[in-house]
């Protein structure tokens, strides 16, 4: 059966079909909350809600975008509506493109390192992404992993695009920081 | 006379830094990045950064009592019968039980065919 067989049929409460679509697509669903919230326990509440969202709306998808592009919208709002009853700093809206003096870039000339550039596997990244700061975990992820455009996570963040660009750079930038620090750690252990 | 342009330094390179990252930068940044080997890095590091993100893919399955989860909600609600077996909604067999099933239909056609 395809997935467009299986969503014609899962919108007229076809129970088996929906099992299937949630095996389809639970494991990107699962990551991207798991990467957006950095908590086992908070992921696994929020891919359970968002596809108990999906079983609820179903009916109403017309088709327009991808099934995947819709649901992980969908998944994307039930985590950004729970971030924000938490009370969890997502965006700053007073921020600006101006970078600001401990996430700005450092002017210290002559401090050249070597680059990043094949010394970096996927587990490092994403412990490190891990340990960014929430605000700037979400617009990375966002962008950088799940590639939505500035002016699609200014719409769903309710920020602006100037906003979620300042954020994206400083989070890269903090990124930077972590992951030569972990290459300096290990280097120093060896 | 001829007026030689003022040379960007890294601040005022490292400033608008997110918008070259983005979408390149004119004359005078790229000048600036030729001769820089510290803005040059960092500019470099930061698209590597980016570039390897895109290739981070979804690893991890949720655990099974997500699934049980959106279940007993969605019996709660209403919106589905209760299941018959552990981890099925009602009305529709299990593979596996389908499968026993059809298993045995398959050798008793097969027992009475022998017989006959």
């Given at each position: 059966m395809s997935e467009a067989e299986a969503i014609d049929r899962a919108k007229q409460g076809d129970a088996v079909c929906f099992e299937l679509l949630y095996g389809l697509h639970k494991r990107r669903v699962y990551s991207l909350c798991l990467r957006m919230t950095g908590n086992t326990a908070e992921a696994e509440d929020l891919t359970q809600e968002a596809f108990l969202q999906l079983y609820r709306k179903i009916a109403t998808f017309r088709g327009e975008s991808a099934f995947s592009t819709w649901l992980h919208r969908l998944a994307v709002n039930v985590v950004l509506m729970h971030l924000r009853k938490k009370g969890l700093p997502e965006v700053s809206l007073e921020e600006t493109m101006e970078p600001q003096?401990?996430?700005?870039?450092?002017?210290?000339?002559?401090?050249r390192d070597n680059v990043l550039a094949g010394s970096i596997d996927r587990v490092n990244l994403e412990r490190a992404i891990e340990s960014l700061p929430p605000g700037y975990r979400i617009i990375f992820v966002l962008h950088d992993i799940e590639g939505y455009e500035h002016n699609e996570i200014a719409e769903m963040m309710g920020c602006s695009i100037g906003n979620s660009k300042s954020q994206l750079h400083k989070a890269r930038m903090k990124l930077r920081d972590l992951l030569k620090t972990s290459r300096a750690e290990k280097a120093a252990k060896r | 006379m001829f007026q030689r342009e003022e040379v960007m330094n890294c601040a005022e390179f490292q400033k608008v830094l997110p918008y070259i990252i983005e979408s390149g930068g004119n004359a005078e940044e790229e000048a600036h990045l030729r001769e820089c080997d510290v803005c040059s890095d960092l500019v470099q590091d930061l698209r590597y950064i980016a570039e390897q993100a895109k290739l981070l893919l979804p690893m991890h399955d949720p655990s099974p009592k997500v699934w049980d989860g959106i279940q007993e909600n969605l019996q709660r609600e209403g919106l589905a019968k209760p299941a018959r077996a552990r981890g099925r909604l009602l009305g529709f067999p299990s593979l596996p039980s389908l499968s026993i099933f059809l298993l045995l239909f398959a050798a008793a056609a097969v027992g009475f065919g022998l017989l006959k």
């Open positions: 003096q401990e996430d700005g870039p450092r002017k210290d000339i002559g401090a | -």
